[in-house]
């Protein structure tokens, strides 16, 4: 039996370097690599193919994430701000047709930066993190309810959730029951999951039940392999092969633990600032996995069926 792994790719989303814009609207900091360089505003669609390139090559499977409305420039039902439309569209269509058959999709927040306010559509002088954590179902189901509904009309259909930043974490049951609710609200799915845990130092764990009742469940699915890929954001000179060889390393640590290999990465990883040694480093990552011949990739939906009833 091959020993299941799935790639977590967080942040994607139009035309939007989202991590750019933290800087500014979240951390009121210029937004500057380490070693001084200007992080860059947009992430072109030629980078997309390049990913789908690379994912074809070695059969990459797991998440990625849509941000429905990043940096509130805009959306992925109008477009984002400052292009045509049709390169929104043209970025959708090509996430659908070549990313679809081994990725689920997931929204990663409304703006993955302010929070929104529903009713007058104005943001927050707040970010969704910080603002998230002192919520309760009441509040967060439409939060995320507005998130599914962005992505349906985009044509997506988004059968998990990613958190932005740790989204809920402080009040994770809370959470837990609004976006059962929303699935069910948008979606009429009774059966999700959701990525929030970050497990790295704990190699064993594997997915579990976060909730379950007569109708369905949701599956919690933690990250066990850290993002390496980011250090390419902030030094230029980093080795492509090095990142992908101690990727390498911990997820066989993983395995040995007995956990479930789950690799999260980021966008702005793989782009490193325009630089995108990251997607070099993951090419190399996806040779050595392949090399391995232990391992096959699979989508969260497929990690999320196969985890028992506790
Ligand atoms: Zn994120």
């Given at each position: 039996?091959?020993?299941?792994?799935?790639?977590?790719?967080?942040?994607?989303?139009?035309?939007?370097?989202?991590?750019?814009?933290?800087?500014?609207?979240?951390?009121?900091?210029?937004?500057?690599?380490?070693?001084?360089?200007?992080?860059?505003?947009?992430?072109?669609?030629?980078?997309?193919?390049?990913?789908?390139?690379?994912?074809?090559?070695?059969?990459?499977?797991?998440?990625?994430?849509?941000?429905?409305?990043?940096?509130?420039?805009?959306?992925?039902?109008?477009?984002?701000?400052?292009?045509?439309?049709?390169?929104?569209?043209?970025?959708?269509?090509?996430?659908?047709?070549?990313?679809?058959?081994r990725f689920d999709f997931t929204p990663e927040g409304i703006t993955h930066n302010l929070a929104v306010d529903l009713v007058t559509g104005k943001m927050l002088p707040i970010g969704e993190n910080e603002w998230s954590q002192t919520q309760t179902r009441e509040t967060l189901t439409p939060y995320l309810v507005r998130q599914l509904e962005l992505l349906k009309a985009a044509g997506v259909d988004a059968n998990g959730f990613t958190s932005p930043w740790v989204f809920g974490i402080k009040v994770e049951p809370e959470y837990i029951a609004a976006m059962v609710e929303a699935q069910r609200q948008v979606c009429r799915r009774e059966s999700s999951w959701y990525f929030l845990h970050m497990r790295w130092e704990e190699p064993h764990t594997k997915p579990w039940v976060a909730h379950k009742d007569q109708r369905g469940r949701l599956v919690s699915i933690p990250a066990t392999?850290?993002?390496?890929?980011?250090?390419?954001?902030?030094?230029?000179?980093?080795?492509?092969?090095?990142?992908?060889?101690?990727?390498?390393?911990?997820?066989?640590?993983?395995?040995?633990?007995?956990?479930?290999?789950?690799?999260?990465?980021?966008?702005?990883?793989?782009?490193?600032?325009?630089?995108?040694?990251?997607?070099?480093?993951?090419?190399?990552?996806?040779?050595?996995?392949?090399e391995d011949g232990r391992f096959q990739w699979v989508k969260c939906s497929e990690l999320a069926n196969a985890t028992p009833d506790l």
């Open positions: 039996m091959p020993i299941p792994i799935a790639l977590l790719v967080d942040d994607s989303c139009p035309l939007i370097h989202v991590f750019r814009f933290h800087w500014e609207d979240v951390h009121h900091r210029d937004p500057m690599t380490k070693d001084g360089r200007r992080l860059l505003d947009h992430i072109p669609n030629s980078f997309l193919n390049d990913f789908c390139e690379i994912c074809d090559r070695w059969g990459f499977a797991g998440k990625f994430s849509i941000v429905p409305a990043p940096a509130d420039r805009g959306d992925v039902v109008r477009g984002i701000s400052g292009f045509p439309p049709e390169e929104t569209n043209q970025w959708l269509d090509t996430v659908l047709r070549r990313l679809s058959p392999i850290p993002d390496l890929w980011w250090e390419t954001i902030d030094e230029p000179n980093v080795e492509p092969t090095d990142i992908a060889e101690r990727l390498r390393d911990c997820t066989t640590k993983v395995v040995k633990a007995g956990g479930t290999p789950v690799v999260l990465t980021h966008w702005q990883s793989l782009f490193s600032n325009g630089l995108a040694a990251g997607l070099k480093a993951l090419d190399e990552y996806g040779k050595l996995i392949a």
